[in-house]
């Protein structure tokens, strides 16, 4: 059984006097244990809408999502897949609920009516995981950017979530803060965690296993970044290819011979080289 799967879902929003916007239309995909999937997507293709959906915030218009087999359209199952599906949000001043930092991390456990040594525990694991152990004492004000958000992940940690959800997590930091959080998701994948990544950065899609590219409402492209970063639909989809794979494609036209889609600076001195040295 996939960890999710998606069933012709379709989403709207009510706009009021009987007029609505169909966000999301007749999706069907399914995400393994595991994956690390980027989702890309001009600004209102519907990744957000998406996101809410996963972890039951939105309930499908119509057709189904299953997270471990449990329907998010079920009330008895919300609060288990809120559990099962942690999400990380843009602005990390908007997801702090405490001014300690224990305190914001603990907050999601104390939910869970968890016991004092077990909430302990999870804090601590938490913030071990995600490099921050030295702050748990600290208040969450002097902080920067990378490291709120270092705090936010701890907060969804601490559930002990199955998937998470990055929804243009790194799109305010620096490219510091970037690449902290984008390695804290890789070793939260390696360690069993399903990752979503939503982004605009090819960069980051370049990274992952799996790229899903949204276009109004509508899965355009899934494949691996290759497969994904080949696609004629690309400019259609808005994307702004990596400086080597564009690069690359334009020199595939005056005979230089890359194989495939090049994804790496690696990839890219390899191809200039092979091509160079007939
Ligand atoms: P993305 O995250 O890819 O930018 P969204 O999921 O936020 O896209 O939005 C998808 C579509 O739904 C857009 O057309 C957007 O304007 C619309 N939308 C998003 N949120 C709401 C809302 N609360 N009410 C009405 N329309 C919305
Ligand atoms: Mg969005």
Redesign the pocket.
Known sequence: MSQIVLKGVSYS?S?GEGRS?K?LKNLSFSIEKGEFVTLL??????????AKLLNGLFIPSEGEILIDGLSTASEKNTFEIRKKVGMVFQNPDNQMVATIIEDDIAFGPENLGLKREEIVKRVDEALKSVGMEEFRERTTQKLSGGQKQRIAIAGVLAMRPDVIIF?ESTSMLDPKGRDEIMDIARKLNSEGITIIN?THSMEEAALSDRVIV?RK?RIAIDGNPKEVFSSELVDACGLVLPLVTASSKNLIKSGYDFGCAVTSEDEFVEGICKTLSK
């Not at 997507?41 to 998406?50: A, D, E, I, R, Y």
């Open positions: 929003y706009l916007l966000a997507g001009m600004n209102g293709s519907g990744k957000s809408t998406l929804d939503i949204l409402g």
